[in-house]
């Protein structure tokens, strides 16, 4: 997975906190990324329907939906695509014996393992939600979302 996926995770349960937009520039340097390229990544999350986003001076980027309507697998995918993690390009093809109409992406074992793998995957990842992620951090450091608040205040 690329760094977009880390950086969007981060960045929705931040927003989770938030009641207004928060430009590009100040949700970048609250982790110290390039904004142009954590940018292309929100808009993923905004085609996706996962933020919207405002123009303007008092513009920026929120979620658009509440953080339990949002799964990590939806973040993924926005960011990742939906396909396969794993890519059978049928080599089984190229070895010894009869290969007729053979769909080795169908029959070849490692391609069935990491199938099953990625699938379980996928279904822990529908499962979980921003909120969540956000309940266990809040947990974990009651004072995540003051401090992200803060910190959001001082970057504008």
Same mark, same amino acid.
């Given at each position: ?17 938030? =009641?207004?937009?928060?430009?590009? $520039?100040t949700?970048?340097?609250? &982790?110290?990324?390039?904004?142009? &390229?954590?940018?292309? +990544?929100? +808009?993923?999350?905004?085609?996706? @329907? %996962? ?16 953080? @339990?309507? /949002?799964?990590?697998?939806? %973040?993924?995918?926005? %960011?990742? @695509?939906?396909?396969?993690?794993? +890519? ?12 007729? @109409?053979? =769909?080795?992406?169908? $029959? ?9 793998? =990625? ?11 921003v909120? =969540?992620?956000?309940?266990? /951090? ?19």
């Open positions: 997975m690329s760094q977009g996926v880390e950086w969007a995770l981060h960045t929705c349960l931040n927003l989770s906190w938030l =009641d207004t937009p928060v430009p590009t $520039s949700l970048a340097a609250f &982790y110290e990324l390039p904004p142009a &390229y954590l940018n292309k +990544q929100l +808009q993923a999350l905004v085609r996706a @329907g %996962i933020l919207t986003s405002t123009s303007g001076p008092r513009g920026g980027f929120r979620l658009a939906r509440a953080p @339990g309507a /949002v799964s990590l697998l939806d %973040i993924v995918t926005a %960011i990742e @695509g939906p396909e396969e993690l794993f +890519q059978c390009d049928q080599i089984l093809s190229k070895g010894p014996g009869e290969h007729m @109409g053979v =769909d080795y992406r169908q $029959s070849c074992a490692f391609a069935q393992a990491m199938r099953g793998a =990625d699938l379980a995957w996928r279904r822990e990842l529908a499962g979980k939600t909120a =969540d992620v956000r309940a266990d /951090v809040e947990h974990r450091h009651p004072e995540a979302p003051a401090d992200t608040r803060a910190r959001i205040v001082e970057l504008r």
